[in-house]
């Protein structure tokens, strides 16, 4: 009986030079393509990634230069600002006065009814002085009982009649504390702006003017009293 041969399996057809070269193509383009997908992924997360970084580091910088208990520039701050001012005011022949400004009796207020009620008063005191000024000045607490305030075009007859009506403002406000009136009261010193104006300088002018007049009104209540 005679032997049935079996049936070969069709032989693979080796794919032309032309069909290989455009599969490799293929595959390269959809290489390129997920790594690309993958690549703009990440720089989109990074963008957000450095976006909040940088509005971090914006959150902190604006709370090293802010007193926490008033909300304004502290030392740092208000120092930061009043050499910007000079710088501005250098360039472009601008003018303006710095008033250094202390509260007369917030240490007995302290020592008598605690810490608690001298925050009350620096509150109130700032208040006085955020409503005196304009948008573009700057009220700074420069540490414990001392203020400044930057404030711009003035002459210095204006800026001594400004810190005369804070003095005067201040002096009006009166605190019960334990059932008993208490009033604080506050000195202040002008230094006045220039071109050839220097931020430490003017500081310790300011502040210099202010202890003479701190002696000058505590004179002036010896006598009132007297």
Avoid: C
């Avoid at 910088?61 to 909300?71: I, V």
């Avoid at 075009?153 to 334990?178: G, V």
């Amino acid at each position: 009986m005679p032997t049935k041969k079996r049936a070969r399996p069709p032989a693979k057809t080796a794919p032309k030079r032309g069909q290989r070269r455009g599969a490799a193509r293929q595959a390269g383009r959809s290489g390129a393509d997920g790594a690309g997908g993958g690549d703009k992924s990440t720089i989109r997360r990074l963008r957000r990634e450095l976006a909040s970084a940088l509005k971090r580091i914006e959150e902190l910088q604006a709370s090293a230069d802010t007193d926490f208990l008033l909300g304004i520039p502290n030392r740092r701050g208000f120092e930061h600002e009043l050499g910007r001012a000079i710088a501005y005011i250098q360039r472009y022949r601008a003018s303006g006065a710095l008033i250094v400004l202390d509260v007369d009796r917030l240490k007995p207020i302290n020592d008598a009814f605690g810490h608690a009620a001298g925050d009350q008063v620096l509150k109130a005191i700032v208040d006085v002085l955020t409503r005196q000024v304009r948008a573009s000045d700057v009220v700074g607490r420069l540490g414990g009982d001392e203020f400044a305030l930057l404030l711009w075009n003035l002459s210095e007859t204006d800026a001594r009649a400004k810190a005369a009506m804070l003095e005067a403002d201040i002096d009006r406000l009166a605190f019960a504390f334990d059932g008993k009136n208490v009033t604080a009261g506050a000195s202040a010193g002008v230094a006045i702006l220039g071109p050839h104006s220097n931020a430490a300088r003017a500081l310790e002018e300011a502040d210099s003017v202010m202890y003479v007049r701190k002696a000058q009104r505590r004179h002036e209540l010896k006598s009132a009293a007297d």
